[in-house]
């Protein structure tokens, strides 16, 4: 397998570069002092993103998007990680809705739903997580039964991102009637629902939300795969994870960035910080784990190009990436001293938001449960 970028790769990773860091660069600071963004201003940043490709990357283009391979996408991916992970994570859930109408076979859902999606006039969000159901999607709670030409969607998601902001959401559910899950499109428009925005650790610019469905009517043509909500929900949590993967390796990429300009700017006992051993051995173990990371994240889009259930592989990539990722930006804020506390420069965020990552689609202990059960064929949960 060989991981090396190809030309237009290269291309496509600096245009992304130089894109970024003129139009989503220079707002990074004032809006993750703000907090969670409102409906306008995501909307403003999704468009952006959208008009350069950001958001259709991997659809086809006969689905309005841009056909890039898994890992032309994921190139793309690190550099908008590398410069805001909060926005990065947006994007990520941002087309959920839009693969659910594709998957639904339905065209005139699909015309309604992903058209205006893919085209940066609605946004989008993925709603699996529960009060009481966070790694095991199996044991979902929220219902949905038949009234007339709608259903009746009971229940609470909560730590949803972009939930506050969608307009679509692509509901994980147990239909009445129905084996197993199954996924139903609520548009707030026409289906409303309350929110509320909840506070964490990092990623602070993104909204992340508990939304609450009281009777919420839902047309009948909104449901989508009914009965085979899981395996499309454990299929895209294989997408979901490679990409985490690869932003928790932007995260690293703007950590090492940092520390080896810091280290060859400030001076200490007479010489730069990059002359002291100590320096140099974190340096070292910072660009060996950020490497590591992105061949291991590489492989994972290679084995989802073949075409293949890549369970393992992705599993593996979000494990270690984000992992690593929490270690180089520790090892980064360190070799900053007190200055590394100071929101003035970015360790502080990236400590922040790779700590946050190792916890959404699928715990560090769930994604080593799955890499060992898919080696020993034996399963823990």
């Known amino acids: 397998m060989d991981f090396a970028l190809t030309e237009e790769q290269k291309i496509l990773r600096d245009n992304a570069r130089r894109f970024l860091e003129k139009e989503i660069t220079p707002h990074v600071q004032a809006e993750e002092s703000k907090g969670p963004m409102d409906r306008a201003m995501a909307g403003v940043f999704i468009k952006k993103l959208v008009d350069f490709g950001f958001v259709g990357g991997p659809f086809p283009a006969e689905r309005g998007g841009s056909g890039l391979d898994e890992q032309s996408y994921g190139v793309m991916t690190e550099e908008l990680w590398r410069v805001w992970p909060a926005l990065g994570v947006m994007v990520l859930v941002y087309p959920a809705p839009a693969s659910a109408a594709f ?3 339905n065209e005139a859902l699909a015309r309604r739903i992903a058209a205006p999606i893919l085209k940066g006039e609605k946004i989008g969000c993925g709603a699996i997580t529960e009060p009481n159901v966070g790694s095991n999607p199996r044991e979902v709670q929220t219902t949905a039964v038949r009234n007339g030409d709608h259903y009746l969607v009971n229940g609470t998601k909560v730590w949803i991102t972009n939930g506050s902001v969608a307009d679509f959401v692509m509901c994980v559910c147990k239909v009445k009637g129905e084996p197993g899950l199954s996924q139903l499109i609520i548009e707030k428009e026409v289906s409303p629902f309350r929110t509320r925005e909840l506070d964490k650790l990092g990623l602070k610019a993104s909204p992340t939300s508990e939304l609450c469905f009281e009777n919420c009517r839902v047309p009948a ?5 009914p009965g085979k909500g899981l395996k499309q929900t454990l299929q895209s949590f294989e997408r979901a994870r490679s990409m985490l993967a690869i932003g928790a390796v932007g995260i690293s ?3 090492l960035e940092a520390a080896l300009t810091y280290a060859g700017e400030r001076q200490q006992w007479g010489k730069p910080l990059a002359g002291h051993q100590t320096i140099q051995h974190m340096i070292a173990e910072m660009d060996t784990l950020t490497d590591a ?11 989802m190009d073949q075409g293949k259930r890549a369970t393992r592989e992705t599993s593996m990539a979000k494990y270690y990436c984000c992992e690593s990722a929490v270690k180089v930006a520790s090892l980064g804020l360190q070799i900053h ?3 590394g506390l100071s929101k003035e420069f970015p360790l502080e965020r990236c400590f922040r938001d790779a700590r946050t990552l190792t916890i959404p689609d699928g715990t560090s202990e769930i994604q080593k449960l799955i890499v060992a059960r898919e080696r020993l064929g034996v399963s823990a949960f």
């Not at 043509?221 to 795969?225: A, G, Q, S």
């Open 293 to 303: 990371a992105r061949f291991i994240a590489y492989r994972a889009f290679y084995a």
């Open 253 to 255: 990429q703007t950590c």
């Open 103 to 105: 998957a639904s076979g």
């Open 221 to 225: 043509e909104n449901l989508v795969v």
């Open 337 to 339: 001293g007190a200055y």
